[in-house]
């Protein structure tokens, strides 16, 4: 029924097309009018069309002339030359009518989804110059540096021609230099560069710190790869922090080391026992390997002999069986015990077992003895015999000897995990003496990116570099929720569809497919299958010589920095010339890829997702003497452009792309296809695998496994059917919907953050943009005060019972008003005439304290109580929202929703934290002093001095013996006139720098308010 309403209406994408094509004809009659103007009149476009924005039109009424502006303006710049990126280039390039299509897209704030090679960088400047020319700012989101000045520099020729201004972020600028680029018309960057300026400007101190100027409308390159592929990662600036983190890897280092050396034996073992007992071909025997080799696979996954071994027939059988058998008698867990740790790949988790326990020594096994807090805290509260200080002692070292040994077994858990799931020059390279880690899907490295939790020091402790300091995060959020603050919001790439549902759901992205403006030509083969990676790296050396002696380019894509290394290895035994791009060789990306699509080029790469650099056919690879386009296996002509496009006198064959094997995502293997192919080139593409590539070991190898053993393939022979390429899809499909699975999970967990961080920001940035907050603190100073009566004089108790001892050391913390209760006034008091009579001493001193700094003093020093308390306290609490996303999950036992009681609890914290920031804000703003000069501090002292009296005065005969909170706030009142310091009398007890300081943050007084002294 489906197929007969498409075959009527057309597909979604057609009838989006359709809507949009009188739109392109209105354009091109705009374009051949213009085509008359003279420069200068078609220049003064731009400030017409400024002008009738601000007279009430909008960017709809105009999209049709400024387009053709566009358009004419790519027309009068062909033939001009100018440097892009150190390279001079030559400008060739007038929008197709299907790239107008896709500017209108962009312009609806949708994805475009363009083959590669249809000119995305160009179809971005259309509705770029539109949306700009509302003064609002534009922002280019790319993948990388380079691409942003590369484009930036490419493209700014025609917006400058036009009369607007061009900016472009780099990694290495200032903040001044970061301010002016945003404040241009249009702003190039990447999304890392973006994300990472927004979380500066709310840690910025002043309002010339910030950099960015609003979030009006934004484009993002490779769309997919930004708000897909990096969703699962979110932003975060964190700080070193004090701590023996990496005294502890040290130590745990070498035991883990030995245990993980003795599982790798013990599994060795087990594969070579399972080997001889298969060989014995009987029924109890072959039980018995499978009972070993399913031991194996749980204890060492990736183990070669292991891999090599379940490529034999009816081995993948024999341990499915045994696995079911043991899932059914639900004894999955003897088989644990087995081994020293189980490694679960699908889920990046390991467990370390009993057996691997014991291999610890006495001492270390008493790590995993963490006692239960609640438990031993309800015990002690009903111990009688105990002094209540040695209570307090108890309860001290039972959280310091939890806290210990959680963060042991957490270390030696991170360590197993940097030994078992992180290769080397897979997941991350050393260089000098660093761990960097690669990008999973560019290949690149990712420059002061770390992982977070401790793995990174495990990893640096497994390498043996340098173990650096732990960071602390101070500042974090997603790029779902960065990119969700845009008014509007548009992408461009060439493989979105597939992701369309997802980019709708989470950023409300329709995606619409642009026509191609030639035929694709481009030949794609059906996957080849063998069954080891040895077999398969052989295959893919004999095609790259076939493709190398016909005269055609190649380009290799790889999953990693090993494989492109491997396969280097076997090309320069062959001596076949070829270059290599990874994550090793990124500097010479640029040259490399330029000279891919040359005659007799082969190229390996890493990945060639995001790259954005079109590969361009070379002279002699179009026509060839004799047709490439030939399936290797059968020597058959399988072009079927043969006849259509005369190949037999032409022969076009253009560039081929090998995969090295399939990656998680179906949109990089696409990618990767569509490096060939581009501006209707002719060209060709073919994946070659093998059952121990991960995604087919992981997802998908058991099924064909046993369609391999049915039909005898032996070792060396290959199955290429469309069959196959189903299969490999499905298990495709099976890692995808697991991967939106996780970022639906970081963003279910991070719009929790994202509505607490709204609610501080926002407060951060007002007290940052406004003249005065005197009006917020006044309203705080009222607030906080009737949280603390609330607090110690509740309602409902008579007065005698209020506890008076608490509320005046909770107002001499927070106000430094020392009060004295007369016994026989207490009776008397009430709840209100307490507040009123506090509240005007407390008023009284503001008004004091701010005629002798100034109003513009006490201005900043409020500004500064605000900033940097809400800085520390949304730092601490961002540290305990990950404590308890840790550990949340474990409430899953309880049959509570892990989600839903994560929200309650994050709901009580931050509470919690609004009321504490409220109290210690107003105590800052009280007991921050500030250095002043001689003659204008012993002026003020004077008219100061008065005040004092008044306070005095207005304060007897209230029920209150004194306030002297003007003298203990301003010692420096009572300076000589000379300058020399006399001693401060103080009607309170010295505060030693050691003690806890009084304003209640919990931190020792020199290293919280003592600082300032």
């Given at each position: 029924?489906?197929?007969?309403?498409?075959?009527?209406f057309g597909t979604k994408h057609d009838r989006d097309i359709k809507k949009i094509r009188p739109l392109v004809e209105e354009i091109n009659e705009f374009y051949q009018q213009y085509q008359?103007?003279?420069?200068?009149?078609?220049?003064?476009?731009?400030?017409?069309?400024?002008?009738?924005?601000?007279?009430?039109?909008?960017?709809?009424?105009?999209?049709?002339?400024?387009?053709?502006?566009?358009?004419?303006?790519?027309?009068?710049?062909?033939?001009?030359?100018?440097?892009?990126?150190?390279?001079?280039?030559?400008?060739?390039?007038?929008?197709?009518?299907?790239?107008?299509?896709?500017?209108?897209?962009?312009?609806?704030?949708?994805?475009?989804?363009?083959?590669?090679?249809?000119?995305?960088?160009?179809?971005?400047?259309?509705?770029?110059?539109?949306?700009?020319?509302?003064?609002?700012?534009?922002?280019?989101?790319?993948?990388?540096?380079?691409?942003?000045?590369?484009?930036?520099?490419?493209?700014?020729?025609?917006?400058?021609?036009?009369?607007?201004?061009?900016?472009?972020?780099?990694?290495?600028?200032?903040?001044?230099?970061?301010?002016?680029?945003?404040?241009?018309?249009?702003?190039?960057?990447?999304?890392?560069?973006?994300?990472?300026?927004?979380?500066?400007?709310?840690?910025?101190?002043?309002?010339?710190?910030?950099?960015?100027?609003?979030?009006?409308?934004?484009?993002?390159?490779?769309?997919?790869?930004?708000?897909?592929?990096?969703?699962?990662?979110?932003?975060?600036?964190?700080?070193?922090?004090?701590?023996?983190?990496?005294?502890?890897?040290?130590?745990?280092?070498?035991?883990?080391?030995?245990?993980?050396?003795?599982?790798?034996?013990?599994?060795?073992?087990?594969?070579?026992?399972?080997?001889?007992?298969?060989?014995?071909?009987?029924?109890?025997?072959?039980?018995?390997?499978?009972?070993?080799?399913?031991?194996?696979?749980?204890?060492?996954?990736?183990?070669?002999?292991?891999?090599?071994?379940?490529?034999?027939?009816?081995?993948?059988?024999?341990?499915?069986?045994?696995?079911?058998?043991?899932?059914?008698?639900?004894?999955?867990?003897?088989?644990?015990?087995?081994?020293?740790?189980?490694?679960?790949?699908?889920?990046?988790?390991?467990?370390?077992?009993?057996?691997?326990?014991?291999?610890?020594?006495?001492?270390?096994?008493?790590?995993?003895?963490?006692?239960?807090?609640?438990?031993?805290?309800?015990?002690?509260?009903?111990?009688?015999?105990?002094?209540?200080?040695?209570?307090?002692?108890?309860?001290?070292?039972?959280?310091?000897?939890?806290?210990?040994?959680?963060?042991?077994?957490?270390?030696?858990?991170?360590?197993?995990?940097?030994?078992?799931?992180?290769?080397?020059?897979?997941?991350?390279?050393?260089?000098?003496?660093?761990?960097?880690?690669?990008?999973?899907?560019?290949?690149?490295?990712?420059?002061?990116?770390?992982?977070?939790?401790?793995?990174?020091?495990?990893?640096?402790?497994?390498?043996?570099?340098?173990?650096?300091?732990?960071?602390?995060?101070?500042?974090?959020?997603?790029?779902?929720?960065?990119?969700?603050?845009?008014?509007?919001?548009?992408?461009?790439?060439?493989?979105?569809?597939?992701?369309?549902?997802?980019?709708?759901?989470?950023?409300?992205?329709?995606?619409?497919?642009?026509?191609?403006?030639?035929?694709?030509?481009?030949?794609?083969?059906?996957?080849?299958?063998?069954?080891?990676?040895?077999?398969?790296?052989?295959?893919?050396?004999?095609?790259?010589?076939?493709?190398?002696?016909?005269?055609?380019?190649?380009?290799?894509?790889?999953?990693?920095?090993?494989?492109?290394?491997?396969?280097?290895?076997?090309?320069?035994?062959?001596?076949?010339?070829?270059?290599?791009?990874?994550?090793?060789?990124?500097?010479?990306?640029?040259?490399?890829?330029?000279?891919?699509?040359?005659?007799?080029?082969?190229?390996?790469?890493?990945?060639?997702?995001?790259?954005?650099?079109?590969?361009?056919?070379?002279?002699?690879?179009?026509?060839?003497?004799?047709?490439?386009?030939?399936?290797?296996?059968?020597?058959?002509?399988?072009?079927?452009?043969?006849?259509?496009?005369?190949?037999?006198?032409?022969?076009?064959?253009?560039?081929?792309?090998?995969?090295?094997?399939?990656?998680?995502?179906?949109?990089?293997?696409?990618?990767?296809?569509?490096?060939?192919?581009?501006?209707?080139?002719?060209?060709?593409?073919?994946?070659?695998?093998?059952?121990?590539?991960?995604?087919?070991?992981?997802?998908?190898?058991?099924?064909?496994?046993?369609?391999?053993?049915?039909?005898?393939?032996?070792?060396?022979?290959?199955?290429?059917?469309?069959?196959?390429?189903?299969?490999?899809?499905?298990?495709?499909?099976?890692?995808?919907?697991?991967?939106?699975?996780?970022?639906?999970?970081?963003?279910?967990?991070?719009?929790?953050?994202?509505?607490?961080?709204?609610?501080?920001?926002?407060?951060?940035?007002?007290?940052?943009?406004?003249?005065?907050?005197?009006?917020?603190?006044?309203?705080?100073?009222?607030?906080?005060?009737?949280?603390?009566?609330?607090?110690?004089?509740?309602?409902?108790?008579?007065?005698?019972?209020?506890?008076?001892?608490?509320?005046?050391?909770?107002?001499?913390?927070?106000?430094?008003?020392?009060?004295?209760?007369?016994?026989?006034?207490?009776?008397?008091?009430?709840?209100?005439?307490?507040?009123?009579?506090?509240?005007?001493?407390?008023?009284?001193?503001?008004?004091?304290?701010?005629?002798?700094?100034?109003?513009?003093?006490?201005?900043?020093?409020?500004?500064?109580?605000?900033?940097?308390?809400?800085?520390?306290?949304?730092?601490?609490?961002?540290?305990?929202?990950?404590?308890?996303?840790?550990?949340?999950?474990?409430?899953?036992?309880?049959?509570?929703?892990?989600?839903?009681?994560?929200?309650?609890?994050?709901?009580?914290?931050?509470?919690?934290?609004?009321?504490?920031?409220?109290?210690?804000?107003?105590?800052?703003?009280?007991?921050?002093?500030?250095?002043?000069?001689?003659?204008?501090?012993?002026?003020?002292?004077?008219?100061?001095?008065?005040?004092?009296?008044?306070?005095?005065?207005?304060?007897?005969?209230?029920?209150?013996?004194?306030?002297?909170?003007?003298?203990?706030?301003?010692?420096?009142?009572?300076?000589?006139?000379?300058?020399?310091?006399?001693?401060?009398?103080?009607?309170?007890?010295?505060?030693?720098?050691?003690?806890?300081?009084?304003?209640?943050?919990?931190?020792?007084?020199?290293?919280?308010?003592?600082?300032?002294?």
């Open positions: 029924m489906a197929n007969i309403i498409t075959k009527i008359s103007l003279t420069e200068e009149q078609l220049t003064a476009k731009t400030d017409e069309f400024k002008k009738r924005l601000e007279e009430g039109e909008t960017l709809e009424d105009i999209l049709p002339e400024a387009f053709a502006v566009v358009k004419d303006a790519c027309r009068r710049l062909c033939g001009t030359k100018w440097d892009v990126a150190g390279m001079e280039m030559e400008w060739n390039m007038v929008p197709y009518d299907v790239q107008l299509i896709g500017g209108a897209v962009l312009h609806q704030g949708k994805i475009a989804e363009m083959a590669t090679g249809e000119g995305k960088t160009l179809v971005a400047t259309l509705p770029i110059y539109l949306n700009a020319l509302s003064g609002k700012g534009v922002h280019l989101v790319t993948v990388n540096d380079y691409l942003a000045k590369r484009d930036s520099q490419w493209m700014g020729r025609i917006y400058e021609f036009l009369g607007l201004t061009v900016g472009c972020i780099q990694n290495d600028m200032t903040n001044a230099e970061r301010r002016i680029e945003y404040n241009k018309d249009i702003t190039y960057g990447t999304n890392n560069e973006f994300g990472f300026d927004y979380l500066r400007d709310n840690m910025a101190q002043t309002v010339e710190d910030r950099v960015q100027r609003g979030y009006n409308y934004a484009i993002v390159d490779e769309v997919d790869s930004v708000l897909i592929d990096e969703a699962r990662t979110p932003l975060i600036i964190s700080g070193q922090v004090e701590s023996l983190i990496h005294k502890r890897y040290s130590e745990m280092n070498p035991i883990v080391e030995t245990l993980v050396r003795k599982q790798t034996n013990l599994v060795n073992e087990k594969i070579s026992k399972a080997e001889r007992l298969l060989q014995a071909e009987n029924s109890d025997g072959q039980f018995e390997a499978g009972q070993l080799l399913l031991a194996a696979r749980k204890g060492a996954p990736k183990n070669k002999k292991y891999l090599k071994l379940v490529q034999e027939p009816g081995i993948l059988n024999i341990i499915n069986q045994v696995e079911s058998t043991y899932m059914r008698d639900k004894k999955l867990h003897e088989m644990d015990e087995t081994l020293y740790y189980v490694i679960d790949e699908k889920e990046n988790s390991i467990n370390l077992t009993d057996n691997g326990r014991s291999q610890f020594s006495r001492e270390e096994q008493e790590l995993f003895t963490i006692p239960d807090i609640t438990e031993a805290l309800s015990q002690l509260e009903g111990d009688d015999s105990m002094t209540p200080e040695e209570k307090t002692a108890k309860i001290d070292e039972l959280y310091r000897l939890h806290s210990e040994r959680s963060e042991k077994v957490h270390t030696i858990g991170q360590l197993l995990k940097a030994y078992s799931l992180f290769e080397k020059d897979v997941e991350y390279v050393v260089q000098d003496d660093r761990v960097m880690i690669v990008d999973e899907f560019t290949g690149r490295i990712l420059p002061g990116r770390r992982y977070s939790d401790g793995l990174h020091q495990a990893i640096e402790a497994k390498e043996k570099v340098r173990i650096e300091s732990e960071s602390q995060t101070l500042a974090t959020i997603t790029l779902q929720n960065y990119f969700r603050m845009y008014d509007k919001l548009a992408g461009m790439t060439g493989t979105a569809e597939t992701e369309a549902q997802e980019l709708f759901d989470i950023y409300k992205l329709d995606v619409v497919c642009i026509p191609t403006n030639e035929p694709v030509r481009r030949i794609d083969s059906n996957d080849v299958i063998y069954r080891t990676r040895r077999e398969k790296y052989n295959a893919i050396v004999n095609e790259i010589i076939d493709c190398f002696n016909a005269g055609r380019p190649v380009l290799v894509g790889t999953v990693s920095v090993e494989v492109s290394e491997t396969l280097s290895r076997m090309l320069k035994r062959t001596k076949i010339p070829h270059n290599v791009l990874n994550a090793k060789f990124h500097q010479m990306e640029a040259e490399i890829v330029s000279k891919a699509g040359h005659k007799g080029s082969v190229t390996i790469a890493t990945n060639m997702a995001g790259r954005g650099t079109d590969i361009k056919l070379g002279p002699g690879v179009v026509k060839h003497e004799n047709c490439a386009l030939k399936d290797p296996r059968t020597d058959e002509e399988i072009c079927p452009f043969i006849d259509e496009l005369k190949c037999r006198e032409n022969v076009p064959c253009g560039l081929h792309i090998i995969g090295t094997e399939r990656h998680e995502s179906r949109r990089i293997d696409r990618q990767l296809r569509g490096r060939s192919g581009r501006q209707g080139d002719p060209g060709s593409s073919s994946f070659f695998l093998s059952l121990e590539d991960d995604l087919m070991r992981l997802f998908g190898s058991d099924r064909l496994g046993r369609i391999m053993d049915r039909l005898g393939v032996q070792e060396g022979e290959v199955i290429a059917h469309p069959m196959v390429n189903k299969a490999i899809e499905r298990a495709q499909k099976r890692v995808e919907m697991q991967n939106f699975a996780i970022r639906k999970h970081t963003l279910e967990y991070d719009d929790v953050m994202n509505s607490q961080r709204e609610v501080i920001y926002d407060r951060r940035l007002a007290a940052l943009e406004r003249e005065s907050i005197k009006e917020e603190i006044m309203e705080l100073i009222e607030s906080v005060l009737q949280t603390i009566i609330d607090n110690y004089c509740p309602p409902k108790e008579y007065p005698e019972n209020w506890n008076l001892i608490e509320f005046k050391a909770e107002l001499l913390r927070v106000y430094l008003l020392n009060l004295e209760f007369r016994q026989e006034d207490i009776p008397n008091l009430t709840r209100e005439k307490l507040f009123d009579q506090v509240h005007k001493a407390v008023l009284t001193f503001y008004e004091q304290k701010e005629r002798l700094y100034g109003e513009d003093i006490m201005r900043r020093l409020e500004r500064y109580a605000v900033l940097t308390t809400i800085d520390r306290h949304w730092r601490d609490n961002m540290y305990e929202m990950d404590q308890l996303k840790t550990g949340i999950g474990l409430r899953a036992y309880g049959q509570r929703d892990p989600l839903v009681e994560y929200k309650r609890e994050a709901y009580r914290i931050f509470a919690e934290m609004i009321q504490t920031v409220d109290k210690d804000i107003v105590g800052m703003v009280f007991k921050l002093q500030v250095r002043m000069p001689e003659k204008s501090r012993e002026e003020r002292r004077r008219e100061a001095q008065k005040e004092v009296t008044a306070i005095h005065q207005e304060t007897v005969g209230m029920g209150f013996g004194s306030a002297t909170q003007a003298e203990e706030a301003n010692p420096m009142a009572d300076a000589s006139k000379r300058g020399k310091a006399k001693p401060i009398r103080r009607e309170v007890e010295k505060v030693g720098p050691n003690d806890p300081c009084p304003c209640g943050s919990g931190k020792k007084y020199k290293k919280c308010h003592g600082r300032m002294e």
